[in-house]
């Protein structure tokens, strides 16, 4: 499949994790559990058939440490998203581009190039009239907005993890060991905070294996494909639409209205994707090998 394609489906996929969230209104925690386990329980089954469970001790240690910062990135943020609109805990915890630069250079001194920057200047500013700077202006550092930063904070340094292994793995095998170990740690968190998650209704387990199929299966599948051919830092200003997607659905699924700025902003934050995804014209002509 081709890698933006891939990433474009990964996207759309993911888009439904906070209506979801929103929908089954039970513990976060135990969302974020069954989220993760319900889709590594799928793929458990064609990893050992297709033997794809070989893995050397490097790319195991990178797996699992991913997946524990991949669990603590969708806990934190499921429960930003019962504190606060799902609009705006999206916005919040979709500012991965800027920590994913910041680090990349700050760590590894890479330049992301000015059509990055403007991109993600642009998709920043589409985001804020999304939610509407008034808006923003005004809004105090609440539990739900600091755990969305939190959130996107987690969320950066697994891209960032993410694709330096992705390039010399298969995919089902680096989702495999990675899921395991998120499931394993939300597990663990469920426990000591005594969610209950056994005694839980037919809608609430249907938006379970609603998440588990779509938002992490497929979603992050696709993704984490995208992530062996695309640089990091233009997959986490894409993974930026999400937050146009979620606005959509939730205005359709939760009746959260969806006003005039928002549709705005959505086709500036898009713009501005679209950017980042220009070559610089002194480079358009030369032939990479």
């Known amino acids: 499949m081709n890698p933006k394609v891939s990433l474009v489906i990964g996207i759309l996929c993911i888009s439904f994790s906070p209506i979801f969230v929103k929908l089954a209104g039970v513990s976060p925690i135990g969302a974020a559990f069954y989220r993760v386990v319900v889709a590594w329980l799928c793929l458990l089954p064609y990893c050992v058939i297709?033997?794809?469970?070989?893995?050397?001790?490097?790319?195991?240690?990178?797996?699992?440490?991913?997946?524990?910062?991949?669990?603590?990135?969708?806990?934190?943020?499921n429960i930003s998203?019962?504190?606060?609109?799902?609009?705006?805990?999206?916005?919040?915890?979709?500012?991965?581009?800027v920590w994913v630069g910041l680090f990349s250079f700050l760590l590894f001194k890479k330049r992301s190039g000015m059509l990055f920057w403007i991109g993600t200047?642009?998709?920043?500013?589409?985001?804020?009239?999304?939610?509407?700077?008034?808006?923003?202006?005004?809004?105090?550092?609440?539990?739900?907005?600091l755990l969305a930063v939190l959130a996107s904070l987690f969320y950066a340094i697994y891209i960032m993890i993410t694709k330096n292994i992705m390039a010399g793995i298969d995919v089902f095998t680096f989702m495999f060991y990675s899921m395991m170990s998120a499931s394993i740690f939300l597990l663990i968190v469920n426990g000591f905070m005594d969610n209950n998650l056994i005694h839980l209704s037919?809608?609430?387990w249907l938006c379970?294996?609603?998440?588990?199929?779509?938002?992490?299966?497929?979603?992050?599948?696709?993704?984490?494909y995208s992530l062996r051919y695309?640089?990091?830092?233009?997959?986490?200003?894409?993974?930026?639409?999400?937050?146009?997607?979620?606005?959509?659905?939730?205005?359709?699924?939760?009746?959260e209205k969806l006003d005039a700025n928002e549709i705005?902003?959505?086709?500036?934050?898009?713009?501005?994707?679209?950017?980042?995804?220009?070559?610089?014209?002194?480079?358009?002509?030369?032939?990479?090998?």
């Open 50 to 77: 297709k033997k794809k469970l070989s893995i050397n001790k490097k790319q195991l240690i990178i797996a699992l440490t991913a997946g524990i910062v991949f669990a603590s990135d969708v806990a934190v943020w």
């Open 81 to 97: 998203l019962l504190k606060i609109s799902a609009t705006v805990s999206t916005l919040i915890a979709n500012l991965a581009p």
């Open 121 to 145: 200047v642009i998709a920043i500013v589409g985001m804020i009239i999304l939610v509407g700077y008034e808006h923003i202006l005004h809004l105090e550092l609440n539990a739900g907005i």
């Open 202 to 204: 037919v809608k609430v």
């Open 208 to 224: 379970f294996i609603g998440m588990g199929l779509i938002c992490q299966l497929t979603g992050w599948l696709t993704i984490n």
């Open 230 to 255: 695309l640089e990091s830092t233009k997959v986490s200003i894409a993974l930026l639409s999400q937050t146009v997607f979620a606005g959509l659905l939730a205005a359709f699924l939760l009746n």
């Open 264 to 289: 705005v902003g959505s086709v500036i934050v898009l713009a501005g994707i679209a950017v980042t995804f220009l070559k610089p014209v002194n480079q358009s002509n030369k032939i990479v090998s």
